[in-house]
């Protein structure tokens, strides 16, 4: 066992740090599991629940006094880990509903919807929080918490929040019996405009979610 492992395990379970870690760990694990595609039948709603629970830490890091980092700068953690694969896979399990609409900024006036996927933005978050861990795992605890805390507010925060939204609706829809109405085509493929939701090619949303996207309770 590692130096690093070892001083992980002495750590607090009561402590903020670790809490936050666990939380992180926890959506890492689970979303990275689900992107498998062992169980399509429950994929969207194990996403809504898992997205639901690390949003709980990012409000907890929101919520918190500002996070300063022991040094001036940040000790490099090292090459990005890949994560097209994951995405790919994410992408091909949600591939009826991974486009949906989205606003960036609902305070911005007569900001106008523009195509997201959740794969990408479940990728994106995945990024983040693995940036993160890196610090965490080190032992560098602070710097860990300063850069979710930082990038809770800067991005991942709001592509969590978005893809919550969608997942949410998507369940919404299937539970009460409402197929989804169509997109017109919207795809994140092209370049985006004022026509966006107009012009744009690609994928239709299905009228009605079945096959492996027909889901299950999650206990």
């Known amino acids: 066992m590692s130096d690093a492992t070892l001083h992980m395990t002495d750590r607090d379970p009561d402590d903020f740090a670790v809490q936050i870690a666990d939380q992180v760990e926890s959506f890492l694990v689970a979303v990275t599991e689900v992107a498998k595609g062992d169980e399509p039948d429950s994929a969207v709603p194990f996403l809504l629940l898992e997205v639901s629970q690390l949003l709980l830490a990012g409000g907890r890091l929101g919520a918190h006094e500002d996070i300063v980092p022991d040094e001036r ?116 493929d092209q370049g985006l405009g004022d026509d966006t939701l107009e012009i744009e090619a690609g994928r239709v949303m299905v009228e009605e979610i079945g096959g492996p996207l027909g889901m299950r309770p999650v206990v």
């Open 73 to 188: 700068y940040e000790p490099d953690p090292g090459p990005e880990a890949d994560v097209d694969q994951l995405r790919e896979n994410l992408a091909r399990l949600l591939e009826p509903v991974d486009v949906y609409s989205e606003v960036f900024d609902p305070y911005e006036p007569r900001t106008a919807p523009v195509p997201a996927r959740i794969s990408d933005d479940l990728t994106d978050v995945i990024t983040d929080l693995r940036h993160g861990m890196v610090h965490y795992r080190a032992g560098r605890t602070t710097e860990a918490l300063w850069w979710w805390q930082f990038s809770y507010f800067s991005n991942w925060g709001s592509t969590a929040s978005a893809a919550l939204r969608a997942l949410q609706s998507v369940v919404a829809h299937v539970r009460l019996n409402q197929p989804l109405a169509a997109l017109d085509g919207l795809d994140t």
